[in-house]
């Protein structure tokens, strides 16, 4: 593996990803609600247009650095686990809607319908035009496992909120492309983290909601394991 081709891949990750903390900041609110106009804490309101997105470092009074880590990160495992592929640009560039809907459901337990879309049409078109043969299983992939997920949301309790089931569905399609041992690994993976937390919050007796994007997005990255 090429040392520069990691070092090219962290890099672009920090850059991307000092740009989540405001659009992270302000899409955190709970369903229904709009974007916060303002920042909550010193009450400064956010400027208009694409200005009042488009900005490097924190949202406002918030810490901005996380995102520009965990996205350096995931690119350097990245570069990593795939190599000078043609695919590792198209996950690098699906690793940044990734790491944004990371962060907005451990914020306020959302997915947002247009960045689920963003991440299964951003890396799904592209992914299709590198390999048009794997259309097909990656199609069957997210349909079965949007299936299942939604019947499992249906059941009493709702163990999955449907933008679960729709991230699921759509991470299971783009891991389609790499082949199913990659959607079994990812899918496996992302229980087996969900089990852990819940298991430790039980045992501390904290039980409260959890997260599962999180742990769906961190599963899909492990999926690549096994292309």
Not at 76 to 97: C, E, K, Y
Not at 125 to 145: D, E, M, Q, S
Not at 171 to 182: E, N, Q, R, V
């Amino acid at each position: 593996m090429s040392s520069q081709l990691v070092i090219l891949s962290m890099l672009f990750g920090a850059a991307a990803g000092a740009f989540l903390p405001r659009v992270a900041y302000r899409l955190t609110v709970p369903f229904g609600e709009p974007a916060r106009p303002a920042c909550a804490r010193c009450d400064r309101p956010f400027p208009p247009g694409a200005a009042g997105w488009i900005h490097a470092g924190p949202a406002c009074c918030a810490s901005g650095i996380g995102p520009a880590v965990t996205l350096s990160l995931v690119g350097g495992l990245l570069a990593v686990l795939l190599g000078p592929v043609p695919q590792l640009p198209v996950h690098l560039l699906a690793a940044i809607p990734g790491v944004l809907l990371a962060a907005i459901d451990l914020g306020c337990l959302r997915l947002p319908d247009k960045l689920v879309g963003t991440l299964a049409l951003g890396a799904g078109t592209p992914l299709a035009l590198l390999a048009p043969g794997r259309i097909g299983p990656a199609l069957a992939a997210g349909t079965l496992v949007g299936a299942g997920y939604l019947a499992i949301a249906m059941l009493p309790g709702r163990g999955l909120g449907l933008g679960d089931v729709k991230l699921g569905a759509a991470l299971a399609f783009l891991l389609g492309f790499a082949g199913w041992p990659a959607v079994a690994v990812g899918l496996g993976t992302a229980h087996l983290l969900n089990g852990a937390v819940a298991t430790w919050l039980l045992v501390r007796r904290r039980a409260r909601p959890i997260p599962f994007g999180p742990a769906l997005l961190a599963g899909a990255l492990a999926g690549l394991t096994a292309v």
